[in-house]
């Protein structure tokens, strides 16, 4: 795999203001050069000669990146240069977000594919629509059939949504309806070798509108079979809902963890959204997002919680997101920087 060319000379100051101490400066330059390495080994091997922490928290082969982050730099350069640059990033993995992204000039599946392959990349997902108004529309709903058709040419073992049930309503009924069309997507996938899954915002922790003691969240996990629907988990959006929703209406206490929902049901969740944010109580959604190690989400805590659970360091895939980056290949580039860099507590 490439290298890594330049030194990020912000991320000591990010590891320290994330209380990351214990990973030298010095394991830092030599992630970031990769005088003889990949960025992730680069990091593993002196940070374990120089920190004394044990093995890297961000499992071997499941770092990916979410393509909407990158959505300006495939539309002005194209799918290549884009993976090209994912690869010197030290990147196994992209989540698509559409298989076009507005490249200029056609790209076929079988095209897309390959380009993957070809850096190193495993397409490991992809978020289409749940519905729509326009019957032609591609979407689950308007067009199942094709949805996983392109999925199964890109060889996709995920295919999901990142809309949430409210295809019906928000009450409890409303998300009962929506979960069995998931369990129908869900039996499709399955058929096809594949696994169907929901992408949460903050607004799936919120109340029904007909019982404000429930949550919508816990509506769908429990409404949908744990065999044939799953979760991508975006831990973001779910600490988000955890500031907005950790009290009912009426004002009475309703805490929740979103680790506790994972750790809880660890094999509904192959993969994840690792997308950080500064908390901002003065926000409406309770962060500012920012790049993956400038903010406030403990991800040492929390991917380290998951890997270190009986069978499940490698059935999890963890991808980078950023909706709104100030510069798409430096959020890239910085956020794996700083997941690799990440050690186990000793």
């Known amino acids: 795999m490439s290298r890594i060319s330049q030194p990020d000379p912000e991320l000591t100051h990010r590891l320290t203001r994330r209380g990351m101490l214990g990973v030298a400066a010095g394991a830092t330059a030599a992630a970031l050069l990769g005088a003889a390495a990949t960025p992730a080994t680069a990091a593993t091997e002196t940070a374990d000669k120089t920190s004394g922490r044990g093995r890297p928290v961000l499992p071997p082969g499941r770092l990916g990146i979410q393509l ?12 290549a240069p884009v993976f090209a640059e994912l690869e010197k ?17 056609p790209i076929t599946l079988a095209q897309l594919k390959r380009l993957a392959r070809d850096h190193g990349l495993n397409p490991i997902g992809s978020h289409v629509g749940y519905y729509s108004d326009d019957p032609n529309a591609y ?12 999925a ?3 060889g996709l073992k995920h295919i999901g949504t990142a809309s949430g049930p409210f295809r019906y309503g928000s009450t409890v009924d409303a998300w009962k309806r929506a979960a ?19 992408h949460n915002h903050s607004e799936e922790f919120s109340f029904a509108t007909d019982n404000p003691k429930v949550r919508l969240y816990d ?30 209406p009426d004002g009475t206490p309703a805490p929740f963890e979103p680790l506790n929902y994972v750790l809880r049901q ?31 989400i403990d991800y040492q805590n929390f991917i380290s919680a998951v890997t270190r659970l009986r069978g499940e360091r490698l059935a999890h895939h963890w991808q980078a997101e950023h909706d709104q980056p100030a510069e798409s290949f430096t959020f890239a580039r910085r956020s794996s920087a700083y997941l690799h860099s990440l050690r186990e507590k000793c």
């Open 68 to 79: 909407y982050s990158l959505r300006d730099k495939v539309s002005t350069l194209g799918f």
């Open 266 to 296: 660890p094999h509904r969740y192959p993969l994840f959204h690792v997308k950080d944010g500064v908390s901002d109580p003065a926000n409406t959604y309770g962060y500012r997002m920012t790049d993956v190690g400038d903010g406030d």
């Open 152 to 154: 199964q040419a890109l």
């Open 219 to 248: 509506v769908l996990l429990k409404e949908t079979d744990p065999d044939l629907v799953f979760l991508e988990m975006d831990i973001y959006w779910a600490y988000s809902g955890q500031f907005r929703f950790s009290k009912r």
């Open 89 to 105: 990033y030290g990147y196994d993995e992209v989540e698509f977000a559409g298989y076009t992204q507005g490249t200029a000039g």
């Open 139 to 150: 979407t689950f709903a308007q067009n199942l059939t094709k949805v996983l058709d392109d």
């Open 180 to 198: 069995e069309e998931f369990n129908t997507y869900g039996a499709a996938a399955k058929a096809r070798g594949m696994k169907f899954y929901q």
